[in-house]
């Protein structure tokens, strides 16, 4: 339910409406990972203080739904959003990708098989910037990140930061590892 769509689309200018979503939010997310072994443990811990915080911008709620589930995860990364390392830029998808990772000084891109329907290697080559489009086969970050269930017992692909929290996978967290969001 956003309620300001901002000219130029930047998610640090999106406002939702109301509070009636989260409401909808949190029961579907208990619908989806009740079953889960720690989902007890990120509802209480996660989702309820998420929740309860009365803002309405999204790049506000994303950066505190992030910093929850690192520290849920006791993952000692550094979360640095694009708007502190870019604030005046004006390019777009894959420009602007590549100009975030060489402003945070990083050598590498790391993103999920969905984003070879449009990401462009061009602009990540021209800076030096190597791209990898992962398909999360074998859930790893730069060989730093293992992921494992003990609700599978297994690897699981396609695992998202819910699946990893809810499932109390174990990480090997560097902090070489470095987020960019909103």
Not at 59 to 64: F, H, L, S, T, V
Not at 99 to 122: D, K, Q
Request: charged content about 20%; overall charge positive; proline content about 7%.
């Amino acid at each position: 339910p956003v309620r300001t769509r901002p000219t130029r689309p930047l998610l640090m200018n999106a406002q939702i409406g109301g509070d009636r979503w989260k409401v909808k939010h949190l029961r579907t997310l208990a619908f989806i990972y009740h079953k889960y072994p720690f989902f007890s443990s990120v509802h209480n811990q996660i989702l309820l203080p998420l929740y309860s915080e009365d803002t309405s911008n999204i790049a506000e709620i994303g950066d505190r739904f992030l910093r929850l589930c690192l520290s849920f995860l006791r993952a000692n990364v550094q979360v640095v959003r694009s708007s502190q390392l870019l604030p005046t830029s004006h390019l777009m998808s894959s420009d602007l990708l590549a100009n975030l990772c060489r402003a945070a000084g990083r050598s590498n891109y790391v993103s999920g098989p969905g984003s070879r329907n449009y990401l462009v290697p061009a602009p990540f080559d021209s800076l030096g910037i190597k791209l990898v489009l992962h398909d999360f086969n074998d859930c790893f970050l730069r060989n730093e990140l293992r992921c494992r269930f003990p609700r599978h017992g297994r690897r699981q692909p396609g695992a998202g930061l819910a699946s990893i929290v809810a499932n109390a996978a174990i990480p090997i967290w560097s902090n070489d590892n470095f987020y960019l969001m909103g």
